[in-house]
Each structure stands twice: as C-alpha cells, then as structure tokens.
C-alpha cells in the first residue's frame, strides 16, 4: 500500500463518511488528513440567466448539511476547513502553507466542477491526484459499455443493466472509518483562520428537510420501517402527501446520503419483506439517475446547450411577462400556480409537480427551457445538475427522449 505524509480530501457534493470508499482510502494511505470545503462565492452572483446558483432554500439545506458533516469529522478528533473562495484560490493559499503529497476527490457529474479539478492537477502536477466515483450505483469500469457508447436513451440503458445482471453487482456500502489521521500541523493556522463558520440564515424550509447525514438516516429509517415501498408505483405521482414518494432526493443530490447506502436499504426491506413492482420502482428510479449521472458526464457542456445533445433548436423566445408569472405561480393555470408557489415557499416540489410546471413551461409558454433549469437550479434543495438538466432537456425535446416534446394536458392534470 502507498503511504503519504499528507493528504487532502477535497469535498463537493459527497458530505458524508459513510459510503464513502474515498475517504477511507485517504484515512489508511495518510499520516495527516486536512478536509476542505469551497463555498464559492460565484454561487451568489448573477449568472447569464440573471439567476443565482444557490437561492436561500439551497444554501439553508447546504448549511444544515455542512454543520452536521462538521460535527461527525469533530467526533474523530477532524476538522473540516471550510474556504469561502474559489477552487483555484482555495488551492493557492492552502498549498502555500501546507505540505500536501496526494488530494482525494469524488468523480464529479457537473462540467465545470471538473473543470476545477482538471485545472487544480494541472497547476499542482508534482501532487498526486486521486478520483473516485462516489455518487453512482457503479464505476465506470462496471458498465457493459464505455462512456462514448452510453445509450441514446433511458430504456436502452436500463434493458442493458438488466441483461447483465448489474443489480446483484453494485457493490455494498462501506462503513464510516473508526478513525482518521489528524490535520496535519502546519494546517493549524489556516483551520483557526477558517473555523468553519457559516452565516445565519433565518429562511425557513420545509420541516421535514433539514440537511445533513443524521436527518437523511434517521428518514431512511423511518421510510423502510413502513409499508410506503410496496406501494410507491401507485402513489409516486402525488403532488402533496410527504409518504407518497420516497423524498430521498435532497439529501442524494448534496452527498449527506450515500445512493449505495439508500441501495442496501431498499434490499434489505425487500429481503424481510418481499419484492414486487413497487419496490422495483424505487430501484427503477434510481437508474433514472444513474444514467444522468452518465449522461452528464458523457455530454459535457451539451446539458447546458440550448438544442441540448440533439443539436434541435426549440422554437422559442423570451417573453419577459411570462417568465415572471412561471417563476412568480401566476400564470393562467392553477396546477401551475400551486406547484410554483410551493417550490418559492420551501425549496421542494414532486417530480410530477416538475413535470407541469416545465411542459407548460416549454409548451404553453413557449419559453427558453434552459432559463427553466436554471432557475430550478437556484431554488431546489435537491439541485442536481445532471438530473436536473438531463431532465428539463428530455421535457424539452433536446434530450434522451425518443418521443420528442413531452407535452401534459394541464386540464386534465388538474381535474
């Protein structure tokens, strides 16, 4: 085994030690550990949408989330270095000061995260850089087909898990290390520097949100305790119930909940409790994700693109009034109105609620989908760029859709 003298365990969307073989690497190869986190601060600077990346909803559910992870490195005797600048300055003035030999970072789905990464191994060549997939049911190397043979669409990627059988190959979760390497000395100063302090923030979210890994366990628990997985195919399309679907997305899509994790907790119910459509389902929605998770790194800056991985323009425009009554829930239909005003109220709304608000959205509106995406991006506790991107382009027509535009009869919906 190699061993280093220093290591530095760069975090992202990954805030959690359980399930996260990454870390224990790091803890086994390393005398010294140093954990970062970058708040970067063009989260909250207008983007070409004239949108914030992270709204108050996200960046609440984010505190709560970074709190806790703080609180389980502090029960190892860890710290975790939280830096409010970017990558690329963070990097800079940690590695003045601190002797780092090895950095440990989870694969990332998102283009310009890796962009960041690509960028800090290329300014630091003489430091080891190690990747890991940690936010996937598989690795890379586990798919039957290379990421340049990804298939076109959902169904095909799902036949072809299913042909191989790939279920009964997704590794176990791993459990939490028992302990960790202390920071490293020289850190001492820029750890007092940086004591992980976050700004208050008074925004109130849905109360039965609340970030981190100890609000995600203690769901997980609760969801599998009942009998919610052997019906989820029937109510999974409520717009409202908190038991109709499985609500694991938020704590999934910032890493304080492990895909693995939620894996060996969906086998485990169905090796008590026996298996049917139902609890297939939740797995079924987790390949949905599993294959954005591909998709967006397979894609690159086509997710972003405005005729997305098909190269189909939309014909659309942007008409200023209608943005502002989707984002505002005061368009001229109702079901519209109730969806939007809940994910303005509490940073949440159903995946079929989702679904609504982005045909009209696309359809009956006739706007610009990626100013959609966008703006699901700043308000969404549970924004993940490659679903939520993946997702709007397949409503638009630009995606993995075969079908094309995917267009609701709101009428009907509402009735």
Same mark, same amino acid.
């Given at each position: 085994m190699t061993y280093y003298k220093t290591g530095l365990v760069w975090l992202q969307n990954d805030l959690r030690l359980d399930d996260h073989s990454l870390i224990n690497k790091a803890a086994k190869e390393c005398e010294h550990l140093l954990f970062i986190y970058c708040v970067n601060p063009k989260w909250f600077t207008h983007n070409r949408y004239a949108l914030y990346s992270i709204g108050a909803h996200?960046? =609440? #559910?984010? #505190?709560?989330?970074?709190?806790?992870?703080?609180?389980?490195?502090?029960?190892?005797?860890?710290?975790?270095?939280?830096?409010?600048k970017t990558p690329l300055h963070a990097f800079a003035e940690v590695l003045s000061q601190v002797p780092v030999d090895v950095v440990y970072s989870s694969q990332n789905a998102g283009f310009y995260e890796r962009t960041y990464q690509q960028l800090i191994q290329r300014r630091y060549p003489l430091i080891k850089h190690h990747y890991e997939p940690t936010a996937t049911l598989w690795a890379a190397s586990q798919l039957p087909f290379t990421l340049a043979k990804l298939p076109e669409t959902f169904s095909r990627f799902r036949r072809t898990i299913e042909q191989h059988d790939l279920r009964a190959q997704i590794p176990p979760a791993t459990p939490a290390p028992a302990r960790l390497p202390p920071p490293p000395p020289s850190a001492s100063a820029l750890l007092k520097g940086h004591d992980g302090a976050l700004p208050a923030i008074t925004t109130a979210i849905h109360e039965q949100f609340q970030g981190g890994t100890q609000a995600a366990l203690k769901h997980l628990q609760s969801y599998f305790a009942g009998s919610a997985p052997h019906t989820y195919k029937e109510t999974r399309n409520s717009l409202e119930r908190w038991s109709d679907s499985t609500k694991f997305s938020p704590w999934l899509a910032n890493g304080s909940l492990g895909v693995r994790q939620l894996h060996d907790a969906l086998l485990q119910y169905e090796q008590q409790h026996g298996s049917n459509e139902s609890?297939?389902?939740?797995? #079924?929605?987790?390949?949905? =994700?599993?294959?954005?998770?591909?998709?967006?790194?397979?894609?690159?800056?086509?997710? $972003?693109?405005?005729g997305?991985?098909?190269?189909? =323009?939309?014909?659309?425009? $942007?008409?200023?009034?209608?943005?502002?009554?989707?984002?505002?829930?005061?368009?001229?239909?109702?079901?519209?109105?109730?969806?939007?005003?809940q994910l303005n109220a509490t940073g949440y709304m159903s995946n079929r609620g989702r679904q609504l608000v982005a045909s009209c959205f696309v359809h009956e509106l006739g706007l610009d989908w990626r100013y959609g995406a966008a703006f699901f991006e700043q308000q969404l506790i549970d924004y993940d760029v490659a679903s939520n991107w993946g997702n709007w382009q397949y409503l638009a027509g630009v995606g993995a859709d075969p079908r094309g535009h995917r267009r609701f009869d709101l009428d009907k919906q509402t009735g």
């Open positions: 996200r960046w =609440r #559910f984010l #505190f709560e989330s970074l709190t806790d992870f703080k609180n389980q490195l502090a029960a190892r005797g860890q710290q975790l270095l939280l830096s409010h609890s297939y389902w939740i797995f #079924f929605e987790l390949l949905w =994700r599993e294959y954005f998770q591909w998709y967006a790194h397979h894609h690159g800056t086509k997710l $972003f693109a405005f997305g991985i098909t190269q189909r =323009r939309p014909n659309t425009s $942007f008409y200023a009034a209608r943005w502002q009554q989707w984002c505002s829930g005061t368009t001229a239909y109702p079901i519209v109105n109730a969806c939007m005003n």
